[in-house]
């Protein structure tokens, strides 16, 4: 109901929050560098049942099941970056909320991938995914490529772009006709 002065209130702030249902009283306690950004991700439908599928997320599920209007959401705390993980997991041992699958507060909250790292994942062929093949209308000549993101990104697209064209049948950018097939 109040979603927007939510999000107003919380803009470009970091710091914890809470889910409680009113139906169960179990809970979820959370962390965020960016409250507003986290909690329009929770207000995405789309979003939480997609989430559902790859994570399991018990939060997500119960939103979905019992509705917003059914859980209160509360911040916590505002806290600065360097302090978010701990302050976390002191709420997180202070409420033992139910619905948290994982029980020790973590993120990825400033970690890096390492040049070589990143490199082994734009040059990785797994034998799996999709071979696309991106054939220009202007002279015929046809590129093949091992994924669709490193197709995606000769052409100066993203990968969702890419498979929406694929999916539609239709010339990329007027001149590309792409195609796609699972390994």
């Known amino acids: 109901m109040n979603k927007s002065n939510i999000l107003k209130e919380n803009k470009d702030k970091s710091g914890i929050y809470r889910w409680v249902s009113l139906i169960s009283n179990k809970s979820y306690v959370g962390s965020s560098t960016n409250i507003t950004k986290r909690l329009r991700r929770y207000y995405n439908i789309n979003y939480l049942n997609s989430k559902i599928i790859k994570d399991n997320s018990l939060i997500y599920r119960a939103l979905?099941?019992?509705?917003?209007?059914?859980?209160?959401?509360e911040i916590l705390e505002y806290c600065n970056l360097?302090?978010?993980?701990?302050?976390?997991?002191?709420?997180?041992?202070?409420?033992?909320p139910e619905y948290n699958i994982c029980k020790r507060a973590g993120s990825m909250l400033g970690f890096k991938?390492?040049?070589k790292t990143k490199l082994?994942?734009?040059?990785?062929?797994?034998g799996r995914g999709h071979v696309t093949n991106i054939i220009s209308k202007e002279n015929n000549e046809t590129k093949t490529y091992n994924s669709m993101r490193t197709a995606a990104k000769n052409i100066g697209v993203s990968h969702t772009t890419l498979r929406r064209y694929i999916?539609?049948?239709?010339?990329?950018?007027?001149?590309?006709?792409?195609k796609s097939k699972t390994n």
């Open 64 to 73: 979905l099941n019992q509705g917003y209007s059914n859980f209160n959401l």
């Open 82 to 96: 360097e302090s978010l993980i701990n302050r976390e997991q002191y709420y997180i041992d202070l409420l033992k």
């Open 113 to 115: 991938h390492s040049v």
């Open 120 to 126: 082994n994942f734009l040059n990785r062929d797994t």
């Open 167 to 178: 999916n539609k049948n239709k010339l990329l950018k007027g001149i590309y006709f792409i």
